[in-house]
């Protein structure tokens, strides 16, 4: 804006139309004269996405396809609840961490999102929703950790004022354990919760699952969780995907009490959602509870997260292959907090 000769103030009124009305046109920006405004046209473009396809579940949750302009897709998933209304988001077309139990890890990686594509998320999902957003969480395609340059901008964009102005205690960055990105996190962005994917407890069990822990052993893991910088009430949340006869014994519980001692943590436990083609199976109701109560009785806090959108999470991978596109779409978990 400084560049084409406008004064800040109307900076900031360009970023309110865009991130608080989301407007998508620069004739909507009523409080600039039409000068200014086709100075705007003329040097600036406001890309967007096309929307491939939309899935809605039974429970409310929506499920979009987006195509990007070099048409790569991905896919973001709002999460409406009694309270509060969470939306999913991508920070990578594909994925490079070749986790065992997730479809998009199958496509590999085909590039980062820019700092806008993870953005225009919320933006679009914004205009196509009813309900306020309260809550964005980066658990959709993609290892934030992987793409820091460019989530660091977009969650400052995400919570900012003259931004979409979330809270920052509702915006959460997951990852699968990348231990110096954590740090880093840490130093830009302490705002935001950090979620942890464990995958398993003990090393031999998460490299099967989660293959960056080769790398980053439970070890060297739970010492970045332990050196995270935390705020006076900030917790660290752990995933765990509670797979059949893989992840759910109870000596698996046992050991994620032992590795978890004496982070300040809260644990989400979710069954998995069998995937179409990986050979994970769903563990039975009591297995999970069983678990839940090992971590209990030690005193950590933990929750089992409602499967969300099961009816559409069963179809997950085959949207894409209806579209007509080749590589497969992301595993869909809740949101967590
Ligand atoms: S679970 Fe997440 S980090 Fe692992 S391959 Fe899938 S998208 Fe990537």
Request: proline share 7%.
């Amino acid at each position: 804006m400084g560049e084409l000769g406008f004064k800040p103030y109307r900076a900031e009124q360009v970023s309110r139309w865009l991130y608080e009305k989301g407007v998508v046109d620069f004739d909507e920006m009523t409080n600039l004269s039409k000068d200014d405004r086709q100075v705007l046209a003329d040097h600036v473009t406001l890309p967007r996405f096309e929307l491939v396809s939309e899935q809605v579940a039974e429970d409310g949750t929506r499920k979009f396809l987006f195509r990007l302009p070099d048409g790569e897709t991905i896919e973001t998933v709002w999460l409406p609840e009694e309270r509060r209304a969470t939306l999913c988001i991508s920070t990578q077309a594909g994925c490079a961490m070749a986790c065992g139990f997730c479809l998009t890890a199958r496509g590999g990686l085909r590039r980062n999102l820019e700092v806008w594509e993870i953005v225009e998320q919320v933006l679009e999902v914004r205009r196509r929703t009813d309900r306020p957003l309260t809550n964005v969480v980066m658990m959709g395609m993609g290892e934030p950790l992987a793409n820091l340059d460019a989530v660091i901008p977009a969650l400052e964009r995400l919570v900012e004022q003259k931004g979409i102005a979330l809270a920052p205690r509702r915006v959460t960055v997951s990852t699968v354990g990348l231990v110096p990105q954590m740090a880093e996190l840490g130093r830009r962005a302490p705002y935001v919760n950090l979620a942890v994917s464990m995958g398993a407890a003990t090393d031999e069990k998460r490299i099967e699952l989660v293959p960056p822990a080769k790398k980053w052993p439970l070890d060297a893991l739970m010492t970045a969780c332990r050196s995270y910088p935390l705020g006076p009430r900030q917790k660290i949340f752990f995933e765990y995907i509670l797979i059949a006869g893989v992840n759910d014994s109870p000596a698996q519980a046992k050991a994620l009490v032992k590795r978890l001692h004496g982070v300040r943590c809260k644990v989400n436990l979710m069954a998995y959602n069998p995937a179409p083609g990986l050979p994970y199976q769903r563990p039975e109701r009591a297995t999970v509870l069983a678990f839940q109560q090992i971590l209990l009785d030690a005193g950590i806090a933990t929750f089992v997260r409602k499967s969300r959108g099961q009816d559409i999470l069963a179809a997950c991978g085959q949207l894409r292959r209806q579209e007509g596109e080749t590589a497969p779409l992301t595993q869909l978990d809740e949101a967590a907090p």
